[in-house]
């Protein structure tokens, strides 16, 4: 027989919810079935094996206090607002599949008479006055004590934002992460205005205790239950929120940079690992090369990060105080790597 659970996160902090996903993920019992239903705010949410400096516009997202959060499993990278509704499909049975959850999801939407299907992405498409949009994307993850199944579904998110912040600033980046697929979406309040993450919460609990045939009631998630009844739960947050997983395990990648100062040209090639500059050549024909040689051999082993590279660059000035020009470089430097 299937043990079901039911949980709702009220916390809006993505790294939270990842945190929770994982760990209910790892410590899942033998035949049991659980949906977990959860929102992020403002946040980019990337694949496992995504680069997001190819990904999103990361100086936008600073600027604006955007948040990044890296998942475990593949895809790509998707924005979140408190006009999403995240969910999850977790499993330990050896026959479960992604159509018992997707059939869950389609059934949930037809409450609101909203009439999606799949496509062959794994996407949920729905038919509007303009065309077929997406409204859902997926993404899954296989372990030998599990499966899971995650993804969004748009309510009334800011496309405008969405649009915004995954449309990465145009730098000459090599690397050879996954790229995301980019889709015209919509919102599902375009048809059916009445619809919210509460009652779209409600259909898809519901929907789930239908097909396993079995009535539970949602246990809400609170800090100190997580603290309390989840284990490992502090120290998978630490790892989702740290620098080193959300932008240190984007894949090896190259970053091509050149610019034409009035003293003279510079090009600039790093070559990123871990997040860290292993690698950094400059060329110039400016007729004072020295400067720049120096900062190229400074730059290396320092996290590929515009205020970790500031600092070193403040200090390189202070070796070279006589040219004054070179402050022009670290402007443009900075402002590139964003």
Not at 13 to 30: D, Q, T, V, Y
Not at 185 to 210: D, G, M, P, R, T
Not at 217 to 241: A, M, R, Y
Request: proline share 2%; aromatic share 12%.
């Amino acid at each position: 027989m299937t043990s079901l659970r039911l949980l709702v996160s009220n916390f809006h902090n993505p790294w939270f919810n990842l945190a929770i996903e994982e760990c209910i993920f790892h410590n899942i019992e033998n035949n049991q079935s659980i949906l977990f239903l959860w929102r992020n705010y403002n946040t980019i949410i990337i694949g496992r094996a995504q680069n997001p400096w190819k990904e999103c516009n990361t100086r936008r997202m600073v600027r604006d206090g955007i948040r990044l959060a890296r998942r475990s499993s593949g895809g790509g990278a998707v924005f979140h607002d408190l006009g999403n509704t995240c969910f999850t499909f977790l499993s330990s049975k050896k026959d479960y599949n992604k159509n018992i959850s997707t059939t869950i999801i389609l059934d949930g939407l037809k409450y609101f008479d909203i009439h999606a299907k799949i496509s062959g992405r794994n996407d949920l498409l729905v038919q509007t006055k303009a065309g077929e949009r997406k409204i859902s994307g997926s993404a899954y993850r296989e372990t030998s004590y599990g499966k899971f199944h995650h993804g969004t579904l748009l309510l009334q998110t800011d496309l405008t934002k969405l649009a915004y912040y995954l449309n990465p600033d145009i730098k000459k980046l090599q690397t050879k992460g996954i790229k995301s697929v980019r889709s015209r979406v919509a919102n599902l309040n375009e048809l059916n205005s009445n619809i919210n993450h509460k009652q779209l919460c409600y259909a898809l609990q519901k929907e789930f205790c239908n097909f396993y045939k079995k009535q539970i009631n949602p246990e809400i998630i609170s800090l100190e239950n997580v603290l309390k009844k989840i284990p490992g739960f502090s120290k998978q947050l630490t790892h989702q929120s740290c620098w080193d997983w959300n932008f240190g395990a984007a894949p090896m990648f190259t970053h091509y940079l050149d610019n034409y100062f009035t003293w003279g040209s510079v090009a600039l090639h790093f070559d990123i690992k871990n997040g860290i500059i292993n690698r950094s050549c400059i060329f110039t024909d400016s007729l004072y090369p020295e400067p720049l040689e120096s900062l190229s051999k400074k730059l290396v082993g320092v996290l590929y990060n515009a205020d970790e590279i500031k600092s070193c660059c403040k200090q390189w000035l202070l070796m070279w105080t006589q040219h004054d020009y070179l402050t022009d470089v670290v402007d443009w430097l900075i402002t590139n790597l964003q």
